[in-house]
């Protein structure tokens, strides 16, 4: 248990679909990330939520919208995707932003596949 | 550009035997450097975090080094168990922020 819950842990979706993740930090963090996971190839941050403000978007296509109601949750709707989307989505948190030293503790990932 | 290369890609190792994973990078400024263990369906799980001033530490079975000066690091396995089979992970971190630089990963297999 890491403290950072993803659901759901698998979707498959049409491109015409809108569909949203989720993820729920247990841990007081102030900050909170999309990540996407491509099969042999690092991670690529997507977003960045700091006290529910948007700190970074990572030129991510705009068929990707995150949200950040409160420090706790993180959505990433999802509407119009490609079948390169097709990926693992992990979510992290932090204690801040400008937490250099402390590691950031991800969800379990949500696989998505695009039809 | 800010880059983290591992070798090897994977590698497959009998239990009991110990190895040993490279981590090579290229950012700057340095701020710290992470293993994180990535088990097959689940999420990566920090093992270790080193700063500038840091050349080694363990976390139980696992031992990071660090050589800032020739910007390595390795991941030592001891007495390697079937629970270690996983991905493991080197992530860079610059200074200031929260941008980090992974690598791609090493696939690790034990077999009994």
């Known amino acids: 248990e890491t403290g950072v819950t993803q659901t759901p842990r698998h979707l498959v979706m049409g491109m015409t679909n809108k569909k949203s993740l989720k993820c729920e930090q247990h841990?007081?963090?102030?900050?909170m990330y999309w990540y996407k996971q491509s099969a042999k190839k690092p991670l690529e941050l997507m977003f960045v939520y700091s006290l529910e403000e948007r700190v970074e978007n990572n030129s991510v296509p705009s068929r990707f919208s995150p949200e950040c109601p409160n420090s706790s949750h993180l959505f990433l709707h999802l509407h119009t995707l490609q079948p390169e989307d097709s990926a693992l989505y992990l979510c992290?948190?932090?204690?801040?932003?400008?937490?250099?030293?402390?590691?950031?503790?991800f969800g379990d990932g949500t696989r998505l596949s695009i039809l | 550009k800010n880059q983290v290369e591992q070798s090897p890609q994977s590698l497959i190792i009998l239990e009991g035997k110990n190895c040993t994973l490279q981590c090579n990078y290229t950012v700057s400024p340095f701020s710290n450097l992470r293993w994180y263990k990535q088990d097959t369906g689940r999420g990566p799980v920090s093992l270790t975090i080193?700063?500038?001033?840091?050349n080694t530490k363990s976390n139980g079975r696992y031992t990071a080094t660090l050589d800032a000066d020739t910007k390595q690091s390795s991941l030592h396995i001891t007495a390697s168990q079937l629970s270690d089979s996983a991905s493991y992970i080197c992530v860079v971190g610059g200074s200031g922020d929260y941008k980090l630089s992974f690598g791609a990963g090493t696939t690790v297999t034990v077999r009994a």
């Open positions: 080193m700063t500038f001033s840091e």
């Open positions: 992290a948190s932090s204690p801040s932003d400008r937490a250099e030293n402390q590691p950031q503790h």
């Open positions: 841990l007081g963090h102030n900050a």
